[in-house]
Every structure is written in C-alpha cells, then in structure tokens.
C-alpha cells in the first residue's frame, strides 16, 4: 500500500540551471519549500563581523537570481508550504573554534544552540528569526508558516521565538533515523499554539525530506518523492508531546556530539 507524506525539499546548491525547480514549482503536486534566509545575501556576516559567503557556506551554495525568480513566482500559491531555516544558519564561534584546532569539527551549521551548551538568549533568537522572515519577505515575497531551526538544534527560546515571529508549524527532524534508519516514526503533536512536524529521508515521519541538488542526482527519486506527497490535511494530530518525541530530540543532539567527534 502507497503510503503519502507531505514533501518537504531544503533547497540548496541550486547548480541545474532550474530545469527541476520549474517542474517542482509546475507539478500541482503540495509540497514544502525550506528556503534559507542566508542563501539570499552574500554580503551577510557572522556575530562576529566575519564573511560566511564562500568562507562557511560554500559560494555555489547561494541561490543564483533564477532561483530567486522561481521563489518569488511562486510566493503566493496556496498549494506549496514555504518554511525558513536560520538566519544565517552558521555559527562563526564553532567555527572560528574548529579552524583553531585545525579540524573542520565542531559542525557549524547551526545557530540558537551549539553542542558544548552556548546558546542564545531568547531575544536573540526573537531578534535573528524575524531578520530572517523579513529578508525572505522583502527579496521574495513571501511569508514563511513553517520554522525549521538550522542543524535541528533548539531549545525551549526557540519555540517561544518562532511563536512570538508568527509561525504556525514547527518543523525538526526524526532523530531515530540517525540511529535505526526508519525504523521507528515519530507523531505530530501540539505544543502551545505550535504544531510540531518532524521530517525524515526514509518516510519515518509525518513529512518526507530531501535536498534540492539530491533531487537533481536522482531524477527518478524525485519523481516517486512528488507524485506520494501530500497535503498536511492527512497528518493526526496528538494533543500532547508523545515519549517518542522526546526520545528523538535527545538522538538528535546526540548524534550531532558524536559526528563532532574526529
């Protein structure tokens, strides 16, 4: 029996000249667009004043203007979900400190929490997620109903954070899937006035995931991806936070502790 789950695609290395962007966004078909806010500026800088174009994240990686074209065509359809990853979905202090031991841990892809307990304060995170939706809205057009916190890192500041910046789903990943490669699923639940979705490769989750540039290696992948995603009017949702779901927010960071480790 086909199983459905909403299609969630992170857009990054954008490098196909669009031909799969413009069959995506043509299909009909729902799916969630997770769009970096970073990806959008080159001139954008770490906390500390430092560049992350072609220094954290890689040049190839920021959205060329056809990519942006796409977007912003596309903003105002009722058919697609558009989430926001972080602001600048890169923490120059992990990697000012990786660089320093001249290692290329720990991960810096991430920005409210970092593995060694550094976090930023609630208004911070206030402050850098509506930056955030605001680049997004003014080069785009568009207005984000999913957050998704860059790396899948976040404490209890984040989800006030993404509340009090108007977002209505709150999207991580199954952190199961690091572990027992979908074997076991995760639910969807109500936290406050947030829905919380998790997203996996493997379809152990209410939202299947994949990357854009994934995508473009793997055409006949996309194509199965597509046409079994859904609409989030097929997702139950649970009115409190299951045990499974706090077991995988502590795999999660687990296994970010032990991919630092080399």
Same mark, same amino acid.
């Given at each position: ?152 890192? #976040?404490? =209890?500041?984040? &989800? /006030?954070?993404?509340? %009090? ?7 991580? !990943? ?14 969807? #639940?109500? =936290?406050?006035? &947030? /829905?919380?979705?998790? %997203? ?7 939202? !299947? ?54």
């Amino acid at each position: 029996m086909t199983e459905y789950h909403p299609l969630v695609v992170h857009f990054q290395f954008m490098n196909d000249n669009g031909e799969l962007a413009r069959k995506l966004f043509n299909s009909g078909n729902y799916f969630i667009a997770s769009i970096v806010p970073n990806l959008l500026d080159s001139e954008m800088k770490t906390e500390e004043g430092e560049s992350i174009y072609g220094r954290i994240h890689p040049e190839n990686n920021f959205y060329p203007d056809w990519a942006k074209e796409i977007f912003g065509e596309n903003g105002k359809r009722t058919d697609i979900g558009w989430a926001q990853e972080g602001y600048r979905h890169c923490c120059g202090r992990c990697f000012n400190k990786g660089r320093a031991l001249g290692k290329k841990s720990p991960d810096p892809h991430h920005e409210h929490v970092c593995l060694d307990g550094v976090a930023q304060s609630l208004e911070k995170q206030i402050e850098v997620i509506a930056k955030g939706k605001d680049l997004i809205k003014r080069q785009l057009g568009i207005s984000p109903q999913f957050y998704c916190p860059p790396n899948h890192l #976040y404490n =209890k500041d984040t &989800l /006030i954070a993404a509340k %009090e910046n108007g977002f209505d789903f709150f999207l991580s !990943r199954n952190g199961f899937d690091y572990f027992l490669l979908g074997l076991i699923n995760t639910p969807v #639940y109500e =936290k406050g006035e &947030l /829905i919380m979705l998790t %997203e996996s490769k493997y379809g152990s989750a209410p939202l !299947r995931m994949t990357y854009y540039d994934q995508l473009c290696e793997d055409p006949e992948n996309f194509d199965a991806l597509l046409k079994n995603s859904s609409s989030l009017t097929c997702l139950n949702i649970e009115n409190k936070k299951p045990t499974k779901a706090r077991v995988s927010e502590k795999l999660i960071t687990a296994y970010k502790k032990l991919r630092d480790l080399k």
